[in-house]
């Protein structure tokens, strides 16, 4: 607070003090009418006195308030000048730093790239160095890698073709014993050959591949050879497997095999697609189903009686070749099954039936 308002506030409170007194010596109601009267004019005088001063204070103070407005905005613009002073001294002290900062920078960055070339470069000077030490060393090894092959080789080279001239003789020598069992063989296919242009003897011949995957799989008791399939009819089957009745302990249920070898058809069917005789291959494919229905119709007739017998019989075909081209006939197989009741093997088929029977028989 300034000297002048505290003066103001003391003149204040002096007059508001004068004002209790007047109004506490009126309330009273003094001896006098004249002490009434002059004690009014006092009090106007004071009045007007406190408004004169009051007016004067009020004016003074309007005074130092302009005065220190005026001071106080020329402290601020003279404040305003010195910060911007210092800002724009800051400013480039700040750009002179920058300055120096990147000078410091492009000469350490400039400084560490001639350290890195140099590096570089000796680290490169090295490296060819050790290469090409590697290299001398490498193909010194290699020299005497091929020497030592080559030695090698050499004594091996010569046991190998000392050996492999002994195994040639050896087999010269085996191959003329072998030309003379071929011969022999040869003639043996001819008498084979004329063997089996009898019918009876093609018969026998497939009768006995019959027997043969017979007893290589089931036993003695698990088959029959020569059965009367249908009582009466004096017609025997080459070959019936013996299955569990419907009484037990009674007569067997018999599963007919009959073995067939339509050889002269299959013979002329092969010469044709030797040829490459379509027309030929289709008339000789079509007498080899004739042939395998005809052989087909007569197992159905002459063996299947249930309940004597299963309701269907068994073709056997002796080689794989045959079995192959009449399962290539297309619906023929299923034709016979269906129509006839006879299923046509080959030697691996019917293997694998009578196997399926032999762990039907164990269990």
């Known amino acids: 607070m300034s000297t002048l308002q505290f003066a103001v506030l003391v003149v204040a409170l002096a007059a508001i003090v004068v004002l209790q ?12 009418e004249g002490s009434g009267q002059q004690f009014e004019r006092v009090e106007r005088e004071l009045r007007l006195e406190l408004q004169h ?15 220190h407005q005026a001071a106080t905005v020329q402290q601020l613009d003279s404040m305003r000048q010195q910060m911007q002073l210092h800002a724009a001294g800051g400013r480039e002290e700040q750009a002179r730093a920058l300055k120096r900062f990147a000078d410091t ?8 790239t001639e350290s890195n070339a140099q590096r570089m470069l000796e680290v490169r000077a090295t490296l060819e160095t050790k290469i090409r030490d590697l290299q001398l060393d490498n193909a010194k090894r290699l020299e005497e890698m091929r020497q030592t092959v080559d030695e090698k080789l050499h004594t091996t080279l010569e046991t190998r073709l000392t050996e492999s001239f ?4 050896e087999r010269l020598e085996k ?43 089931l036993t003695v008791d698990q088959y029959a050879k020569n059965v009367e399939t249908v009582l009466g009819s004096n017609a025997r089957v ?17 599963l007919p095999i009959d073995a067939k070898f339509p050889k002269e058809q299959y013979e ?20 080899l189903e004739r042939a395998v229905r005809n052989e087909a119709k007569t197992i159905c007739d002459k063996y299947v009686s249930p309940p004597q017998t299963t309701d269907f019989a068994i073709l056997f075909l002796p080689t794989e070749g045959l079995y192959a081209e009449v399962m290539r006939r297309p619906g023929l197989a299923d034709e016979l099954q269906r129509s006839l009741r006879v ?21």
């Open 21 to 32: 007194v007047l109004v506490l010596l009126r309330a009273r109601g003094g001896s006098a």
């Open 53 to 67: 001063s009051a007016q004067a204070t009020r004016q003074e103070l309007a005074g130092h308030m302009a005065q």
């Open 105 to 112: 920078l492009q000469q350490t960055l400039a400084n560490l």
């Open 166 to 169: 002994r195994h040639v003789s």
């Open 175 to 217: 191959v003329h014993q072998g030309l003379g069992e071929m011969q022999q063989l040869a003639i043996g296919v001819g008498d084979l050959k004329r063997v089996l242009t009898n019918v009876k003897t093609r018969g026998t011949w497939g009768e006995v591949q019959l027997e043969m995957l017979l007893e290589q799989v």
């Open 238 to 254: 080459e070959f019936a497997i013996k299955l569990p009745g419907v009484v037990d302990g009674g007569a067997p249920l018999w």
């Open 268 to 287: 002329r069917l092969l010469e044709a697609q030797d040829r490459a005789d379509a027309d030929g291959v289709a008339r000789f494919g079509a007498e």
């Open 343 to 363: 299923t046509i093997a080959g030697p691996s088929t019917l293997t694998a039936l009578l196997n399926s029977l032999q762990m039907g028989f164990r269990t």
